[in-house]
């Protein structure tokens, strides 16, 4: 294979390789992963709006994320907003620091989980 910048220089590739080349995605994108830090996580929903509205982030882009992080990543699959997921969160907050969070949390995020599914 000849390499188009210089074109002295030859790459030997075997041929499953190069057809493998030709049947990747064309369409590629690096992927994000967000962390599991609770506290980090208004930081990440604006880190994501950023990297949404730059384009960074597409359908196809691969997402990983971990406890507060894997919310911003359903977040964003749902298509919501990064500012409703926000204005949602405190007052899921608000509700749990009121009327605690003892016997009641999973149907507090169950919830919150329905909202964007």
Request: proline share 3%.
């Amino acid at each position: 294979m000849v390499d188009e910048i210089e074109p002295e220089v030859i790459w030997e590739q075997r041929v499953k390789d190069v057809e493998a080349e030709k049947e990747r995605r064309i369409d590629t994108s690096p992927g994000f992963s967000f962390s599991a830090a609770g506290l980090l996580y208004p930081y990440h929903l604006g880190v994501a709006q950023f990297l949404i509205e730059k384009g960074y982030i597409k359908e196809t882009t691969p997402l990983a994320g971990s406890l507060a992080g894997a919310i911003v990543c359903a977040v964003i699959a749902s298509g919501a907003s990064m500012q409703d997921a926000l204005n949602d969160t405190k007052i899921l907050a608000e509700d749990c620091r009121a009327r605690g969070t003892a016997f009641r949390l999973g149907v507090c995020l169950k919830y919150f989980v329905v909202i964007y599914f």
